[in-house]
């Protein structure tokens, strides 16, 4: 009995001190707190991501001592990918000081944030994936998905197939079949294709794979009847080594398999072996560690044993680079920010302004060292996308090659679309239309 | 199984002496003092969650029909609750609590059919029917989430009567006061007739068809029963907690969770076990990652301490098992009565104990 | 018209998936039937042993000595899980041994994911070319994991026959009481089954893993194996074998034929649906055991 009590008055002690600790605030640090995911199925992805973003910001810590002085700090907690595990984690880290953004890396966890964020005032990351609407600054003045949204992918998508068969107009009669996740995710650029195959003239069949999708053989079989010319590899995790490998099975030839953003890493073709060989992705970012800026990481950050990634070889990896690329667009927009409001500790306000002005044109990305590793980004208060350009990548058995130029997805075909959306959005919340950069955020 | 009602403590005014003094406590301290973090991460999942327990306990524990869908229904409930507010705006809320609750139960009684002719695992794993088929519902029919083309919800504001529960505490209070209204109400149903027949089915089905407890009734009863407190459950966690709901968020894990709540913790057949059992399951594992971190950031990566945390949660899961197969709510009661035992010697009984403290 | 070719091709790759399925239900029945338990851990059990075999390969060690090192292996978590977990919890109502392979699963895919990290992994098993009979598309690779499977059920017939082990085995199967009445050690028959099932864990893996690669889904194929086993009743390994070939069957057909009437993916319900059918008219399965029991 007294044991139990014992045990009982020790974990209370624990439990107070575990939940309500918040370490005090020092003069000039810049807070990023990172809801990763290390564990659990999507645990390769989150370990490249976070990775890449921590190698980055330590990079700027070792090299620059910070951004103009300002300090990067950070802290994590572990959502395994799970939403109300992100929730615990946002409640837990919101009060911290000076945070400068929220970058999860999962879509389910950005969307419960999106009405938490706005209400506290701090940007909200979703860079090459996230809410498509969001694009709209207007409605969404915390959100930034950048470098590319779901409609803009599928518009790359389509854009490089076109240029493969020599042209927009000899899209006219050809078959395209998407393959995608049976999932909230994998259902949102149903209406986008459809929209594209209107305009463009070319066949679509659109086949879902259920999830987890370890199992396509009906699927594929379907498919070796329709004989399609492409099949776009809309998947996710474990359905998209399998796809390869039943394709493979039923004759289809990997090189035109396409695949979106959340099958292009190495994760997604390394466990088809052979069967990848071949097979196209698109992505934003290059892979390959041949670049400057991770040059510099390698040299700075891992040669300091400061390194993130536990395998060396996976540095350059797609979801490193994604990593790298987000660090950067990151600091640049604190860098951007202070240019304003001073080299000190910004707002979430000041930060979001940041990145309402995150125009980095090719000449800047080059003086970032990160030349080949993206093209470009152009963000303004109401397009929170930056028109940032895609390129694509095959698979030759063993790493990523560059395979096209980069690509431009057809924004303002797309621009229309996400506007009705977010202004519905907007009319269901009851959100005031922003009408200009300088409007201050109507409150929710 | 069987398993012996939930031992009645000796004296069930000072239970509900106890029960007073924690709602006292829960309405007029906690939401004063307790953070955000506390009230918005901790204390709403933990009663949407003990909910969804009490109402898998009706089922499982009182009339011992396991089931492995309880996900769906507190899917079932979070999608109609929304729809019902979408669409007829005009209702008030506590109504759209109600009729989600009521759907849920609809669906739950047409998944319990099968109990009818199903046994044990039989059974258990032809709720998984519900489980997927639901879940493949919601996300293949675009109606169920408005058209959103990705397929996740959005909570409106919580208001009753012109009230509108927007803050952390507002939300908490809102939830607390339907999770005790919904486990009073299920507290005077498990004592009425139903209740007993709950566990007259449970412990002997044959002997109860004998003395004349209408088993399709019975088993049907208690499917929609727990289903409706489910599904009200299901309301709570997307509309006071999480705010948003996709899907993908009442998977398999999820009814597992209010499994291990039952059976590993609360002990099945005690209302009071799926409280402190719902309490553990969102504790305890925040507590071990802090602690973790604390005491073992600087010396592993934040990766292995969270496999370790794994294999700790399922270790623990076995020796708790092994431990007091009924469930730790059982060892807490053995402790509990030796220890209110002992006091009795001082004071003498209960009603005295109780008037002294009126 | 009816395109016969198409159907058969689907109908043949259906059977063929069913045959995978059936490879993860065996294992479960071993359990099942020598201790009443629904082994959830099956799937945490074959990620496991998939991800020994292959990190072994990928760090230096030859086919053979892998094979070796990870049966061992598999050998000796069947015997520990059955000493710590199982052997404590005797006598414990089946939802209690259920919750504890739960508990048992977590346990598993953290040390496995701990002890060989979270990176997916390709496993190539030299078979996956196809060819065509009459124009139906044919897989080899599923053909040889049919004779896997097919040669696994030859195996354990003749085990169950012949030795005393299955011979006791089948004892406890048939009736525990009677079986320790006799004066058979349980724990030794257990510790043999849970021996056999990380085996049969080990070929699974090997086999699922290199369809899928070798990865952390590994584990979620045991919902492809629970309709097998409702179908096939949870105590027959006949009716693993024929519950996986229906599934397979019935999954595929539906998909391809019923499917797009409904959008498509209703691949995951389906066979649930399908079992729960005839359960309705068979209580206990294709060839499960009629037996009032209760959980």
């Avoid at chain 2, 959005?154 to 919904?182: C, H, K, M, Q, W």
Wanted: hydrophobic residues 50%; glycine residues 10%.
């Amino acid at each position: 009995m007294s044991k139990l009590r014992r045990f009982k008055l020790i974990m209370g002690a624990v439990l107070a001190a575990g939940l309500a600790s918040t370490p005090a605030a020092h003069a000039d640090e810049q807070f990023f707190p990172l809801q990763s995911y290390r564990v659990g199925p999507y645990a390769a992805g989150g370990t490249g991501f976070f990775g890449g973003f921590i190698d980055y910001l330590n990079l700027i810590n070792i090299r620059d001592g910070g951004v103009n002085g300002v300090k990067l700090t950070w802290d994590e907690g572990e959502t395994q990918y799970e939403v109300e595990r992100g929730i615990e984690v946002y409640e837990r880290l919101k009060n911290r000081p000076g945070i400068a953004a929220w970058n999860p890396l999962s879509v389910g966890i950005a969307y419960a944030m999106i009405d938490r964020i706005t209400k506290d005032r701090v940007p909200l990351i979703t860079i090459n994936h996230g809410r498509t609407d969001s694009t709209d600054g207007r409605v969404f003045p915390y959100v930034f998905p950048l470098l590319l949204n779901p409609y803009s992918e599928t518009s790359g998508i389509i854009n490089y197939i076109a240029s493969r068969e020599g042209g927009p107009d000899k899209l006219n009669g050809k078959k395209i079949v998407v393959l995608y996740h049976g999932s909230p995710y994998g259902k949102e650029t149903i209406p986008i294709y459809k929209l594209l195959a209107d305009k463009y003239g070319f066949g679509l069949e659109q086949i879902e794979v259920p999830h987890p999708g370890n199992e396509q053989q009906s699927q594929w079989l379907s498919i070796r009847r329709e004989k399609p010319d492409y099949v776009v590899l809309r998947g996710w995790g474990v359905m998209n080594p399998v796809a390869l490998k039943t394709a493979q099975k039923v004759g289809f030839p990997a090189d035109h398999i396409i695949g979106n953003v959340w099958s292009n890493s190495e994760e997604d073709v390394i466990p088809a072996g052979d069967a990848a060989k071949g097979y196209i992705a698109i992505t934003t970012q290059a892979s390959g560690a041949e670049y400057p800026v991770l040059q510099e990481v390698i040299k700075t950050v891992y040669g300091a044993n400061k390194g993130n990634l536990d395998d060396k070889k996976r540095i350059g990896s797609v979801y490193h680079n994604l990593g790298i690329v987000n660090g950067i667009l990151n600091v640049e927009a604190v860098r951007i920010a202070q240019a304003k409001f001073g080299k000190r500790t910004l707002t979430g306000d000041e930060v979001r302004w940041g990145f309402e002005h995150l125009q980095l044109d090719p000449a800047r990305v080059e003086a970032l060292g990160a030349k080949g590793l993206f093209h470009s980004i152009n963000v303004t208060w109401n397009n929170h996308e930056g028109d940032g350009r895609v390129t694509f990548q095959q698979w030759d058995g063993s790493k990523w090659k560059v395979v096209s130029d980069w690509i431009a997805p057809d924004w303002a075909f797309l621009r229309p679309i996400i506007e009705k959306s977010s202004t519905a959005y907007a009319k269901e919340h009851g959100i005031k239309i922003r009408t200009s950069g300088d409007d201050p955020v109507s409150q929710w | 199984m069987a398993i012996p009602a939930s031992s009645k403590s000796s004296c069930p005014s000072a239970e509900t002496l106890w029960g007073a003094i924690v709602l006292m406590v829960a309405y007029g301290v906690v939401p004063f003092v307790g953070s955000d973090y506390l009230l918005d991460a901790v204390l709403t999942p933990f009663l949407a969650l003990a909910l969804a327990a009490v109402g898998l306990n009706v089922l499982t524990g009182y009339t011992g029909q396991v089931s492995l869908g309880s996900a769906a229904f507190l899917a079932v409930g979070a999608y109609a609750a929304y729809n019902l507010h979408l669409r007829i705006p005009s209702l008030p809320l506590l109504i759209d609590l109600v009729l989600a609750g009521g759907i849920a139960a609809a669906v739950g009684i047409l998944f319990g059919l099968p109990s009818l002719r199903l046994r044990g695992f039989y059974l258990a794993v032809s709720t998984l029917t519900a489980q997927f088929f639901v879940q493949w519902a919601l996300t293949k029919f675009g109606w169920f989430s408005n058209d959103n083309p990705s397929g996740v919800i959005d909570a409106p504001v919580l208001t009753i009567a012109g009230i509108s529960f927007t803050n952390a505490a507002e939300r908490y209070v809102f939830s607390l006061t339907i999770v005790v209204i919904s486990t009073l109400l299920t507290l005077r149903l498990l004592r009425s007739q139903s209740g007993r027949n709950f566990i007259a089915v449970r412990d002997h089905e044959v002997a109860a068809k004998v003395i004349g407890v209408p088993l399709l009734r019975t088993k049907l009863l208690a499917f929609g029963i727990s289903s409706f407190l489910i599904g009200v459950a299901g309301v709570l966690w997307a509309f006071a907690y999480l705010r948003t709901v996709e899907p993908a968020g009442f998977n398999l894990d999820r009814s597992f969770q209010i499994l291990f709540i039952i059976i590993i913790i609360g002990g099945l057949g005690s209302l009071r076990g799926s409280f402190i059992g719902a309490a553990f399951i969102v504790v305890f594992p925040l507590l071990l990652s802090r602690v973790g971190a604390a005491l073992l950031g600087s010396v592993f990566d934040s990766g292995i301490l969270e496999m370790s945390q794994r294999i700790v949660i399922g270790a623990l899961i076995i020796g708790f098992l092994i431990a007091e197969p009924r469930g730790l709510i059982a060892l807490w009661d053995r402790t509990w009565s030796t220890l209110w035992s002992a006091r009795r010697t001082a004071a003498p009984t209960c009603s005295l104990t109780q008037r002294s403290l009126q | 018209m009816f395109d016969y070719q198409f159907f058969i091709e689907v109908l043949i790759g259906g059977l063929l998936s069913g045959v995978m399925y059936s490879l993860v239900a065996i294992g479960f029945v071993l359990i099942y039937k020598a201790s009443g338990v629904l082994n959830f851990a099956q799937g945490a059990m074959l990620l496991f042993a998939a991800l020994t075999f292959v990190s072994l390969v990928e760090r230096g060690a030859s086919l053979p000595a892998a094979l070796v090192a990870t049966l061992a292996t598999m050998i000796v978590l069947g015997l520990a899980i059955e000493r710590t977990v199982l052997r404590p919890l005797v006598n414990q109502p089946p939802i209690t041994l259920f919750m504890a392979t739960l508990g048992l699963s977590y346990v598993i895919e953290g040390a496995a994911q701990l002890l060989w990290g979270t990176q997916v992994h390709g496993l190539d098993i030299g078979i996956s070319d196809t060819f065509e009979v009459a124009g139906v598309l044919i897989s080899r690779f599923d053909l040889f994991a049919a004779a896997v499977a097919g040669s696994l059920v030859a195996v354990f017939a003749l085990f169950f026959r012949y030795t005393r082990t299955g011979l006791s085995f089948r004892a406890v199967a048939d009736d525990q009481f009677a079986a320790l009445a006799v004066g058979l050690r349980l724990p030794r028959v257990w510790a043999a089954v849970w021996t056999v099932a990380g085996i049969v864990a080990l070929v699974g893996g090997l086999l699922w893993g290199a369809r899928l690669g070798v990865q952390f889904s590994l584990s979620l194929v045991v919902l492809k194996a629970l309709p097998v086993l409702v179908l096939g009743g949870f105590d027959s390994i006949l009716g693993a074998i024929v519950g996986g070939l229906v599934v397979g069957a019935i999954e595929k057909l539906a998909e391809v034929y019923v499917g797009p009437s409904f959008g498509g993916g209703i691949e995951t319900w389906v066979a649930y649906v399908a079992a729960l059918a005839l359960l309705l008219i068979r209580p206990s399965g294709l060839f499960g055991k009629k037996l009032v029991e209760r959980v």
